[in-house]
C-alpha cells in the first residue's frame, strides 16, 4: 500500500516538474464525423508521400522546453477518410505507386509546408495552439499539375490535466478537423477540381502553353476541351515530396528540361 | 439536545463558515428579448461557444456548466451536448464554418441532410456563448517558510476575476434571434495568512454560471406575451 502511494507522488511530482520541461507528444489516427455532403462525381487518386505519414515537429520553446510532436498517421488518416467523403470514387497510393495505369479523373498529393505551435508560457494565455499549413497539388489525368492550393488550419486548445500533452493534441487534432472543413468548403472553389471530370487527356497536353498553373482552368475553357476527343497518356509518377521540386509528370525525360518550373500559387484560404 | 437539532445547527453552522470563507461577489445578470419564446415538449435545445476564429475564448468547463444547470432538476430543459450536435452537423458547425449571424441560416438549412438532422434531434433553440473570465486585478504579498521546527505563513494577497458572458440565443423554428442574456459577475477572493493562511475564495465564474443558466431557463421557457 506505502508502495503504491510512493510511485503514485512520485508520478504527480514528475508530471508536475515534466509540465514546464516539454513533452513528446504522439498524435493517434484522428477520424472525422461523416460531413453532411453530397460527394464530387469524381475518380481521384490519392498520393500519400513518405513525410506527409510520418510527420515530426520537433521545437524548442524559448530556448527552455523542448517539444516534439509526431502526428505519426493522423494525417494520412484524415485525408484517406475525408477524400473517402468527398469524391464519389477514391483510390490511396502509397509514395511509390504508379498513378498512370489508374481510371482516374486527378491525383491529389497533400503535403505539410509548415507546423507551428504555441503553449501558454510563449502566448501568456492559458490556451494551447497549432497552426498546420497544407498544400495541395493536383494533377489531371495527364499527370500535369492543375492546382496548387496552401491552406492553413488553425486549432486551438484550453490547458487542462498536469501536462501540455493532452491539450496540444486536442489542439493538432482541431487543426486537423479545420482543415477537413475548409476542403469540404473550398477545394472546388479554390482549385476548380471539379473541371477535370472526363476531362480529354490531349487538351491537357496544349493546356500547357499556358503553363501547368496554380489558378485553375476557367470553367469555359474546360467546356472547350470537352469538345475534343478524349486521350489518355501514360504517364510516370516523379518521387513525390517537397524535395523532389513542383511534382510535373511527363512522357518525355527531356521535355522536363525545357519546361518552365510550377509556380507555388497562393490562392485565398 | 435532540439528533435533529444537533443536526440542523451543525448544517447551519457550516453555512454560517462557508458564507464567512468565500469572497465578494457582485453580479448583473440582464436579458434583452428580440422575438417571442418558449418551449414545447420534446423540443431541445443546445449550447455552443462562438467561434475561437473570430476571438472567443469561452472556456468548456463553462459551457458543461450551463448545460447541466439547465437540464437539471424538475424543470429542466433537454439539451443536446454540444459535442453531440456539433459532430452530427459536421462540418457545419465547426469554428470556421459555424454561421456568426442569423441570416447565414436560410442558407445552412438548404445544405444537403442539415435541416433533417436538426429535426431529427428537435432542436428549437441554439445559444452561442461569448466571454471569459479573467483576472483583472490582484495585489497584497504573502511569504511562507519553513523550519525543522515547523513552518508557516504571513502575509495578505488579493485578488479580482471578472466573469462576462454572453448568451445569443438563435430560434431555428423561425430562423431569427431571439435575443440575448448577458452576466457580469465580479468576484475579489481574499487570502489572510496568519501562520496558517486562509482562502476566502470568490468563484466568479461559478456564479456567472449559475446567473446565466437561471435567466436563460427563464428567457426560454417563460414568455412574457410582449
Known amino acids: 500500500m506505502r508502495a503504491k502511494l510512493r510511485s503514485l507522488i512520485g508520478a504527480v511530482l514528475s508530471a508536475v516538474l515534466m509540465a514546464g520541461c516539454g513533452a513528446n507528444v504522439t498524435l493517434d489516427p484522428v477520424t472525422i464525423p461523416t460531413p453532411l455532403i453530397d ?23 524559448l530556448g527552455r522546453e523542448k517539444w516534439r510532436i509526431d502526428l505519426g498517421r493522423s494525417n494520412a488518416a484524415l485525408f484517406s477518410q475525408l477524400f473517402e467523403f468527398m ?3 477514391v483510390t490511396v497510393l502509397g509514395p511509390d505507386d504508379d498513378a498512370s495505369t489508374l481510371p482516374i479523373d486527378a491525383l491529389i498529393e497533400p503535403s505539410i509546408d509548415a507546423f507551428e505551435f504555441s503553449v501558454p508560457s510563449q502566448s501568456k494565455t492559458e490556451s494551447y495552439a497549432v497552426w498546420i499549413r497544407y498544400r495541395l497539388r493536383i494533377y489531371d489525368s495527364a499527370g500535369d499539375m492543375y492546382a496548387n492550393w496552401p491552406l492553413s488550419a488553425y486549432g486551438k486548445s484550453e490547458q487542462f490535466g498536469l501536462t501540455g500533452d493532452e491539450p496540444l493534441k486536442r489542439a493538432a487534432i482541431l487543426a486537423m478537423r479545420d482543415a477537413a472543413a475548409l476542403m469540404i468548403m473550398n477545394l472546388d472553389k479554390s482549385t476548380a477540381i ?3 471530370k472526363d476531362r480529354p487527356a490531349a487538351t491537357l497536353a496544349s493546356g500547357r502553353s499556358t ?6 482552368v476557367p470553367g469555359e475553357q474546360a467546356a472547350q476541351q470537352k469538345t475534343r476527343p478524349p486521350k489518355r497518356r501514360d504517364v510516370t509518377l516523379p518521387p513525390p515530396g517537397p524535395a523532389a521540386g513542383p511534382a510535373v509528370l511527363s512522357m518525355d525525360a527531356d521535355e522536363d528540361d525545357k519546361r ?7 490562392t485565398d484560404d | 439536545m435532540t439528533e435533529a437539532t444537533f443536526s440542523s445547527g451543525r448544517t447551519f453552522t457550516a453555512g454560517l463558515l462557508a458564507l464567512a470563507l468565500s469572497g465578494c461577489i457582485t453580479s448583473r445578470v440582464e436579458d434583452a428579448r428580440e422575438g417571442i419564446t418558449g418551449i414545447e415538449a420534446g423540443e431541445s435545445i443546445v449550447i455552443l461557444a462562438k467561434s475561437y476564429h473570430l476571438g472567443n475564448e469561452t472556456e468548456d468547463k463553462y459551457i458543461n456548466c450551463i448545460e447541466d444547470a439547465l437540464s437539471r432538476g424538475s424543470k429542466g430543459l433537454r439539451v443536446i451536448p454540444h ?6 452537423l459536421f462540418p457545419w458547425f465547426e469554428p470556421r464554418t459555424a454561421p456568426a449571424e442569423t441570416k447565414g441560416l436560410p442558407k445552412l438549412m438548404q445544405r444537403p441532410g442539415v435541416a433533417e438532422r436538426i429535426a431529427e434531434q428537435n432542436v428549437r433553440y441554439i445559444v452561442w456563448l461569448d466571454g471569459d473570465t479573467d483576472r483583472v486585478a490582484g495585489g497584497g504579498s504573502l511569504s511562507c517558510a519553513a523550519g525543522p521546527g515547523g513552518g508557516g505563513c504571513f502575509g495578505f494577497a488579493w485578488w479580482q476575476n471578472d466573469a462576462d458572458y454572453n448568451a445569443a440565443v438563435w430560434d431555428l423554428k423561425g430562423l431569427e434571434s431571439a435575443g440575448s442574456v448577458t452576466a457580469d459577475v465580479s468576484g475579489t477572493s481574499f487570502l489572510p495568512a496568519l501562520v496558517v493562511p486562509i482562502p476566502l475564495i470568490a468563484r466568479a465564474r461559478a456564479a456567472a454560471c449559475k446567473g446565466l443558466a437561471e435567466q436563460l431557463r427563464t428567457f426560454i421557457v417563460d414568455d412574457p406575451q410582449v
Open chain 2, 83 to 88: 459535442k453531440q450536435f456539433v459532430d452530427s
Open chain 1, 194 to 196: 471539379s473541371a477535370l
Open chain 1, 87 to 89: 469524391f464519389d470514387d
Open chain 1, 211 to 216: 503553363g501547368a498553373t496554380s489558378e485553375p
Open chain 1, 260 to 266: 518552365d518550373p510550377v509556380p507555388e500559387g497562393s
Open chain 1, 39 to 61: 460527394p464530387m462525381p469524381l475518380s481521384v487518386a490519392i498520393r500519400i508521400p513518405a513525410e506527409f505519414e510520418h510527420y515530426v515537429h520537433e521545437d524548442e520553446v
